[in-house]
């Protein structure tokens, strides 16, 4: 089973706690040996549904957007970013440098290409730029990729 991730960024430590349960109970529920996580690590969901699948026994592969991406990364999440990246058993690239938002999106689309199955991390609501999390569970929707948003109940970003 191959399956990617894509979801919000900059969630509140109660939110991120629950999302993290969230994550893992999903994983959980899948032989390890049948189970590929397609991720861009990006900090939050990307990265934690990421470290899950490894710590689960699964295999890692990573998108990455833009040869600029790991620039446009917070600082403080770069250490998490390299270990994944080291971790990954096939690496996938846009052939984009500059990480834009029309990067982002070309690499969730190919994310979405690669995978049975999208995990969206999401509150349902419109993209607040262009290559959230919203345009990237339509693109899911409009290429017949099934989606599966898990989103704790009554929380917010």
């Known amino acids: 089973m191959r399956v990617g991730i894509t979801g919000h960024r900059g969630l509140s430590t109660q939110v991120e706690a629950q999302v993290r349960a969230l994550l893992s109970e999903y994983v959980t ?7 590929v996580g397609v991720s861009c690590i990006a900090d939050g969901p990307d ?3 990421a470290g899950t ?11 990455i957007p833009a040869t600029e991406y790991r620039q446009g990364l917070p600082d403080w999440h770069h250490r998490v970013y390299d270990r994944l990246l080291a971790r990954a058993a096939d690496v996938h690239h846009t052939g984009i440098t500059e990480s834009t938002s ?7 689309e190919i994310l979405v290409g690669l995978v049975d199955e999208l995990i969206a991390v999401w509150d349902g609501k ?32």
Do not use: I, K, M
């Open 47 to 49: 990265s934690w549904f």
């Open 126 to 157: 419109p993209a607040r730029g262009y290559g959230g999390t919203a345009d990237v569970v339509a693109y899911a929707e409009q290429t017949g990729v099934p989606v599966r948003v898990l989103w704790p109940e009554g929380a917010s970003r």
């Open 53 to 63: 699948v490894l710590e689960h026994g699964g295999r890692l592969e990573v998108v």
């Open 29 to 35: 529920a899948h032989d390890p040996s049948n189970l």
């Open 102 to 108: 029309e990067a982002h999106q070309a690499g969730s």
